[in-house]
């Protein structure tokens, strides 16, 4: 297909289309399992001058089946360029240690997943890196904590846990007047909710384990950029300067396992969401739950943004009982439903994000991201909406 065609197909399309190989004519992308790849007279003359993604080398620089897996999400997350990293989590420090200098400043919401907060308020100070957290979704906090050394605002599509959905334009607008560069981890959404470079974020950082690979049997991440602050071979730059060093390159089978994932994305996600929206409402009106968290409510503090920003609003949800013990056992006795971490797959699975992903964060932090001891995580998987809520129920009923 020409590339100006596939370019303006709409997002299922674009999922599910890869062109088929050149040498095989295998209309499923080929799997490379090599970490190393033979030169010649002229390949390693290349090298030498300089050329690198263009060249196999070694399989932690590169392997095709991993720039396959690369080109596949530029398309479904509309960027100029990707860079696929072992896990979400090499995706974001590989950004983070890609981009910042010892004194450099980061503004970055309360509320991100566990282990990004941690490296940021753990580990970057020890690189003399420091962050202001705030309230992302109230734009005066973000405008407020501002510094001139302030490199990077930082804040997730939708937060993990508490469904925060902060309005993207007002960060843009603040982060580019100074030249700041704008991080948005777009896990919890995924790009067939919301593609936040499309509405002027410079770089997206996510967990290709969750709804991109889907079905909970593959770790991987990736870095997407589009972007005028930053030269366009920034992702190529940070593959040998930070992802080579730091060892963090995308292993080709998971490659190959997240192609097959993003193939089905648009279909997953379709039918994902729209439990959610089912078991948020369900989840609302039962005596034994206290809050429930989820932007396609009518209650969720930033729903008209979400509205206007993503409006199948996600597959997951988060709700509030009594204390952790309650929490506790309700998750203990779902029979349909898996009690496990992670989320994004087919499989419903449901945590305690205050004492699960969330217990190396000191309580008043957890305090800040709004997050209850007693709220339970709910990602929606494939099952029938009716089925989760009959096994909810029968757990809740135990309370
Ligand atoms: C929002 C978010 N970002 C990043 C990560 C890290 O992803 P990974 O486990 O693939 O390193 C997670 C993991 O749960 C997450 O929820």
Redesign the pocket.
Known sequence: MKSNKRANLRFDSKAVYIPHDPATHSISPPLVMSSSFQYDADIYQRVVDGERKDVNIYGRCGNPTEYQFEEQMMVIEGADACLATA????A?SVTLFGLLKSGDHIVCDWT??S??HELLDHRLTDYNIETTFVDTANPDSVRAAIKPNTKIIYF?AIA?PNMKVAAIPPLVEMAHEKNIILIC?N??ASPYVVRPLEWGVDIVVE????FIGGHSDA???AICMKSELLPDDFLEQIRWSTMVKLGAPLSPFNAWLLLRGIQTLGVRLERQCKTAAVLAKHFESHEAVNRVWYPGLESHPQHDIATAQMPSYGGMLTFEVDDADAALAVLDNLELSSFAA??GGVRTTTQIPASM?FLDVPEEQRREMNIADGMIRVSCGLENAEDLIQDFDAALALL
């Open positions: 896990s979400g989590m090499a974001i991100t997943y282990s990004t997730e993990n981890d896990t919890f967990s290709a384990t969750k770790i991987g991440g992670s989320l992903a």
